[in-house]
């Protein structure tokens, strides 16, 4: 198999775009450490990310929110928000979501 040095250029520019960001700032903050402000602030990212992410496939699809009883994964949410709080462990979240959405979309 051939691989046209376009290709290649290509393959090498999206692995290098995608490792700086994630390594510069890696090692620009390894060298001080930060106050504790910033490190309280950068602990809600993470957080903040996921449920900007899942909020927007629950409740915007096709660009329009839908509130209605046939709207699995809204349906699908409710279950897999509660198992996540009581367990407050991320697998148990993850198969109630998935075992939820799968039988709402099975029986309806």
Known sequence: MEVRGAILIIILGTALVTFIP???PLMVLSRFE???WA????????ISVMAA???QEI???DGKIPLSAGNVEILAAIP???V???TRSLLATVLAGIISL??????L
Do not use: C, D, N, Q
């Not at 490190?39 to 993470?46: D, H, Q």
């Not at 799968?102 to 029986?107: A, I, Q, S």
């Open 53 to 55: 992410l899942v909020g």
């Open 59 to 61: 409740f915007m699809a």
């Open 102 to 107: 799968m039988v709402l979309r099975y029986l």
């Open 22 to 24: 994630r390594v510069l």
């Open 39 to 46: 490190t309280r602030w950068l602990s809600f990212i993470p």
């Open 84 to 86: 996540a709080i009581k």
């Open 80 to 82: 897999t928000f509660l």
């Open 34 to 36: 930060l106050p504790e």
